[in-house]
Structure formats: structure tokens, C-alpha cells
């Protein structure tokens, strides 16, 4: 099967996105500690339009770029202070975190956990072999503008992988348009082969 090229769309209203994104930050800068207490974890994704909508066809907006860009790194570290304040005065362990997507920034997020859920989002990415020499600064979305916040911390480069199991037909349609060079290798889950592929790379603070 023949892969569509995939036309990417005009994003129109830069100054009411931009306002959007500022919005989003302001209204999602507060922990919903309560409902921490009750789900042991919470999180924040980028639900912001056009960037949350869903691709129609082959048909998709391309990533937040230049001050769109600039102000949702802004908005992820204010979250990530903010809810860090919250979790400090709780006077128990706790995972915080931004996930911040290299290839697909608009799928960046801030994360939390206590309890037993901690040690699960302490092991969901794997490290990837060699860290770049120059760190954030080897990250596409470092810039003189955004250097005012991705150097206010130490980062470190994971991968995001998902396993595609052989035996499944859906699986194996996703394998045949999938970038070989992102296939990192192949396990046995529960009896059946797997390929293990790399999605996306993700930065992650060093705590």
C-alpha cells in the first residue's frame, strides 16, 4: 500500500492562538490535589485548537512553531512550578514531570504521580544510548527565546517506544509504513514476537 504525502494545513489567527495558549497555561496552572488524593496521578496535555483537533485523512496542522512554540514551553514550566509548589507542601514522595515531545511538540505534557503510580511513569521512557553532547541545546525547539526556560533545568533524552505485536494484522499494516531506522529491536511479550519502535523522542527534566 501506497503511503499518502501528507498536506499539512494553514493555521489562521496566530494572535487568538497565541491567546489561547496563554489561557490554557493560566487555567491548568492550578493542582486539582483532591482529585490527585483520589487517581493517585494527573496530568496536563496541550488541548489546544487547532493543535488537539484530529487529523482528517492525510490532512494535518503542522506543529506550534516560533511564539506559539515559544509560549507553550513558557505555559509547560509555568504548570510544572506551579503544581511542584503543590506537591512540595503534600510532605510526601511524588513524580513530577514535563514531557517534552522532540518530533511533536504539541503532544507535550506536564505529569504527576504518588503512590504506586510513581514508579510507573518513573519507568515509562527508556533512556536513549548516547545523550547528546550539548544537551536541551541540541533540541530543535531550543532558541535564543526559549532558552529563558528550557535552561532553567538539567534535561535528559528518552525514547517513547510502543511494541507492535506480529500476530496482529493492524499492527503489522502500521509496521509497513513505519521508518525502519525506528524499529529498535524485537521482544517476546506473552508468548508472541513484537517490534519495539521508537515513536517520538522526549526530554525529560534530570530530578
Not at 93 to 104: A, C, M, N
Not at 198 to 206: A, P, T
Request: hydrophobic residues 30%; glycine residues 4%; aromatic residues 12%.
Amino acid at each position: 500500500m501506497k503511503k499518502q504525502k501528507t498536506r499539512y494545513r494553514k493555521i489562521r489567527g496566530i494572535n487568538r492562538r497565541k491567546r489561547a495558549i496563554e489561557q490554557w497555561g493560566e487555567v491548568n496552572k492550578v493542582l486539582d490535589v483532591d482529585l490527585l488524593d483520589q487517581e493517585k496521578r494527573d496530568y496536563v496535555k496541550f488541548r489546544v485548537q487547532p493543535w488537539s483537533r484530529l487529523a482528517l485523512g492525510n490532512s494535518i496542522y503542522p506543529e506550534p512553531t516560533g511564539e506559539c512554540e515559544y509560549l507553550l514551553i513558557k505555559n509547560l514550566q509555568k504548570i510544572y512550578q506551579s503544581w511542584n509548589y503543590s506537591l512540595e507542601a503534600l510532605q510526601a514522595p511524588y513524580y513530577l514531570q514535563i514531557w517534552l515531545y522532540e518530533e511533536y511538540i504539541s503532544r507535550s505534557q506536564v505529569v504527576c504521580a504518588i503512590k504506586n503510580y510513581k514508579e510507573f511513569y518513573q519507568n515509562i521512557f527508556e533512556p536513549v544510548g548516547e545523550q547528546p553532547k550539548n544537551g536541551i541545546q541540541s533540541s530543535s525547539h531550543y532558541s535564543s527565546d526559549t532558552a529563558e526556560y528550557l535552561d532553567c533545568f538539567e534535561w535528559k533524552l528518552y525514547r517513547r517506544l510502543v511494541p507492535y505485536d506480529m500476530a496482529d494484522e493492524g499492527d503489522l499494516e502500521m509496521l509497513q509504513e513505519t521508518d525502519t531506522s525506528k524499529i529498535i529491536r524485537t521482544e517476546i511479550i506473552e508468548g508472541r514476537e513484537h517490534q519495539i519502535v521508537e515513536i517520538d523522542k522526549v526530554w525529560l527534566i534530570c530530578t
